[in-house]
């Protein structure tokens, strides 16, 4: 990829240039030619899409945002974004598995890593060798994520890991987690942020969750018993661990907001597709006004979103830290209601047949939900939108 992208300022809206349109044709081939014939299988069998995460690590995108000299595709979030979305749109699991990888691994290590923690581990990420997970969750620590209790200890030139962490995407695959711990007792936001290779002993994967949508992701616990990690694998410095956290999801809502508009896209379509081929009262249902209505509040809602998710990605490009935080957290919720409703808007045009299995309108329903949950409830969106407004009412559509 040229520098020019990365020197190209997108509009607000969305006209994109030719090398991310070209980015989008190559993507979208790929997504509906090799991941979307498999989708159907892995959502019934809960199966994680190996061979396809191989060939993205192969294309390069695994490592999407990477400088060259790191063996990354140096691309922009836009670029990154446009991938999530076309992907979810074949596959929201094979999405999500590509956002974590980026967003909320890479873009951290990019962010605080020293020169030497970045020339061991991101040629690896980037190449698609190693696939990353991101760790905060715990079962009682969500929303709340400063009252985590897994903990780490220093001793000698390592530290010592203890702790139960949840809901860990990629958790059962990953090679490596990014994983957060506290590092002091007496003050509950003080963490830490920890590079940890999976084979180190004392990290066991826990139990598999059983999911509403997105089967084709793993989703596990995390296991620290007395696991001793390096001090060199300390990403940032001591206490910083919150706000690394925060790096990463900040980015990550714009994957997560990606994957929700691919899902809302693959709804509109195949309600569309479904309108002007079913034939009720002698007409295509399409030329109900009912179903119009329908297709166009799609329609309508899903340019909308994606708007907003330009937009947050400008800031992210541009390294506007305010703006990233409204329009991330504007665009995440926008986008996750989005998919939810065009998910449950397509079974309402395809009705019986929608509700079954052998349709991927249910799927897409299932899928949709979880991009209203993570990386930040929706609630937790409309709080930072909230915060963000009340901070510094003036910056209005003008961050
Ligand atoms: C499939 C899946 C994959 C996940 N992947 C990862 C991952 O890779 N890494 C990781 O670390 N975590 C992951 N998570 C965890 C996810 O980020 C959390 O589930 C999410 O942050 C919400 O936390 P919680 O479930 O504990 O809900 P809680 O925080 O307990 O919230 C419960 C309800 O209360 C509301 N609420 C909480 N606080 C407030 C408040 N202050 N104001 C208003 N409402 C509030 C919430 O919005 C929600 O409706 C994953 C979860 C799932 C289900």
Redesign the pocket.
């Known amino acids: 990829m040229s520098d020019t992208m990365t020197d190209t300022v997108i509009p607000f809206g969305y006209e994109l240039d030719e090398e991310h349109l070209m980015l989008r044709d190559s993507i979208r081939d790929f997504a509906r030619n090799v991941v979307a014939p498999g989708a159907m299988e892995r959502d019934l069998k809960g199966e994680f899409p190996r061979d396809v995460v191989k060939q993205l690590g192969e294309m390069g995108y695994q490592g999407i945002c990477v400088p060259e000299e790191y063996g990354g595709a140096a691309m922009d979030p836009l670029a990154s974004s446009i991938v999530v979305e076309e992907l979810s749109w074949a596959d929201a699991s094979v999405g999500v598995i590509n956002s ?1 990888q980026n967003s909320l691994v890479i873009d951290p290590i990019m962010k605080y890593g020293s020169p030497e923690q970045k020339q061991r581990w991101l040629p690896k990420m980037a190449s698609g060798e190693w696939l990353n ?5 715990e079962a009682n620590s ?3 994520a400063g009252s985590m209790t897994c903990v780490a200890r220093p001793d000698g030139d390592h530290w010592v890991i203890n702790g139960t962490k949840l ?3 990629n958790g059962a695959e990953a090679n490596v987690v990014l994983l957060f711990v506290r590092t002091e007792n007496t003050d509950r936001r003080n963490a830490s942020c920890f590079l940890v290779e999976k084979t180190t002993p004392g990290l066991t994967v826990g139990k598999h ?1 059983e ?1 509403l949508g ?1 089967r084709g992701s793993s ?1 596990t616990e995390l296991v620290f018993e007395n696991c001793r990690v390096p001090a060199a694998n300390l990403v940032g410095e001591r206490g910083q661990g919150l706000k690394i956290a925060l790096t990463g999801i900040g980015g990550g809502r714009l994957g997560i907001a990606a994957q929700a508009i691919g899902i809302a896209q693959a709804a509109l379509d195949k309600a569309t597709d479904y309108a002007l081929q079913r034939r009720q009262f002698g007409k295509a249902i399409a030329e109900f006004q009912a179903i119009q209505w329908k297709i166009a509040d799609m329609a309508t809602r899903i340019e909308a979103a994606r708007a907003l998710l330009y937009r947050g990605c400008e800031a992210k490009k541009t390294k506007d830290e305010a703006g990233l935080m409204r329009y991330g957290a504007m665009c995440k919720v926008f986008a996750s209601e989005t998919a939810s409703f065009c998910a449950n808007q397509c079974i309402q045009v395809l009705a019986g047949i929608g509700y079954c299995k052998e349709e991927i309108a249910e799927r897409l329903l299932r899928d949709a939900k ?1 991009t209203e ?8 969106q409309r ?1 930072t939108i909230a915060e963000t407004l009340v901070k510094d009412p003036g910056r209005v559509g003008n961050v």
């Open positions: 974590v997970c991101f760790s905060l969750s969500g929303s709340d809901w860990v995407t969750e999911k997105i989703t979880i949950i993570y990386e930040g409830t929706s609630e937790m709080l």
